[in-house]
């Protein structure tokens, strides 16, 4: 089994910035990445970012490229994403996942409980 736990959730105004963490365990390291996605209320849970544990390839939605960077420490097994000029949209509850660092959830095998952000105008 695997445990992925996520924190740095919060408030914040617009244009502001947060970092998420997610701090994985067990079994986490035999597959090949770790991903964040969000999803709003009424919304379906849509792809954010993703980054492979071995070379460190990035990948993002287009909705945040250039806004959001995710990274990770391998030595920690814990990945981050640093989110900034944070506007209204980007309110939702954030998942970190571990899996295949595609952009579809059904790459991921292991989810975490989710934190929110929530960015008002």
């Known amino acids: 089994q695997a445990q992925l736990v996520e924190s740095g959730g919060g408030s914040v105004q617009a244009g502001g910035s947060l970092r998420l963490s997610c701090a994985a365990s067990?079994?986490?390291?035999?597959?090949?990445?770790m991903g964040w996605f969000r999803q709003a209320p009424g919304k379906e849970r849509e792809f954010v970012a993703a980054?492979?544990?071995?070379?460190?390839?990035?990948y993002y939605a287009d909705s945040v490229k250039g806004r959001f960077s995710i990274s990770r420490d391998n030595a920690k097994n814990t990945v981050y994403l640093e989110m900034s000029s944070l506007n209204p949209e980007d309110t939702a509850i954030y998942y970190c996942a571990a899996g295949r660092p595609g952009q579809r959830y059904t790459e991921y095998d292991y989810w975490g409980q989710g934190t929110q952000v929530t960015v008002s105008s």
């Open positions: 067990g079994r986490t390291r035999i597959t090949l990445g």
């Open positions: 980054i492979s544990w071995s070379y460190g390839r990035t």
